[in-house]
Every structure is written in structure tokens, then in C-alpha cells.
């Protein structure tokens, strides 16, 4: 499986960005998938999640602004980013588990493969 991210850039408050995954060798019929960031200094952390039912999570940070979603026929992951803050800025990870080990959770230690990531940067 490799994923290969896209879409981040430098952006002012307000603002917005939509990232993509591209998912290659992910041949499953669900998917178990999820955004990460990590900013300097800082742990990684779950940002927004796909499950292998449809379901979808999000941290509270980021709830009501970003909404993840699927285009299942081009195996793209996508995260639309709006009204973009100062603290959202960090280099964003796409990351994937086989469906069947899908632990409903945006933890690092549930999912087995990483992409290489894409900056965010919000400027105030």
C-alpha cells in the first residue's frame, strides 16, 4: 500500500485547503482511513477518520471546519479544510488499515500505513 498526500500550502486565517491521499494497492472493498498532523514539538495526532462502516470521526478541535470524505472509484481520500486557524498548522499524514483491523479510533498505533505528508501553514 502506498498513499501519497497533496493539497497543502501556506494560507491565512479564514482560509481554506483540500487535501487529497491518493491510495495505491489499498484493494479492499471498505476502507479504514484517517488524517493525522503533527506539528514542531508535538505528538501526532488524529485529526479526522473514515471507518470501514462509513462512519466518520472527528477531533473537537476541527469539528463543524473540516469534513473528510472518499472518492471510492478513484481511491482518493480527501480532507476539506475550512476556516483554517494559526493552531491548525502542521504537516498533515494520510494513513490506512486493512478494514478488517479497523479500530473505529484516530490513533497512530491502529493504523499500519503512512504517507509521506503535506504542510499546512495558517498565518495569522
Known amino acids: 500500500v502506498q498513499l501519497t498526500e497533496s493539497g497543502g500550502n501556506s494560507v491565512q486565517t479564514g482560509g481554506s485547503l483540500r487535501l487529497s491521499c491518493a491510495a495505491t494497492g489499498y484493494d479492499y472493498v471498505s476502507h479504514c482511513m484517517a488524517w493525522f498532523r503533527q506539528a514542531p514539538g508535538k505528538e501526532r495526532e488524529g485529526v479526522a477518520g473514515?471507518?470501514?462502516?462509513?462512519?466518520?470521526t472527528y477531533i473537537d478541535s476541527v469539528k463543524g471546519r473540516f469534513t473528510i470524505s472518499l472518492d471510492n472509484a478513484k481511491n482518493i481520500l480527501y480532507l476539506q479544510m475550512n476556516d483554517l486557524e494559526p493552531e491548525d498548522t502542521a504537516m498533515y499524514y494520510c494513513a490506512a488499515e486493512n478494514p478488517l483491523f479497523c479500530s473505529g479510533h484516530i490513533l497512530p498505533r491502529d493504523f499500519k500505513y503512512w504517507g509521506q505528508g503535506t504542510q499546512v501553514t495558517v498565518s495569522s
Open positions: 473514515l471507518d470501514s462502516d462509513g462512519s466518520t
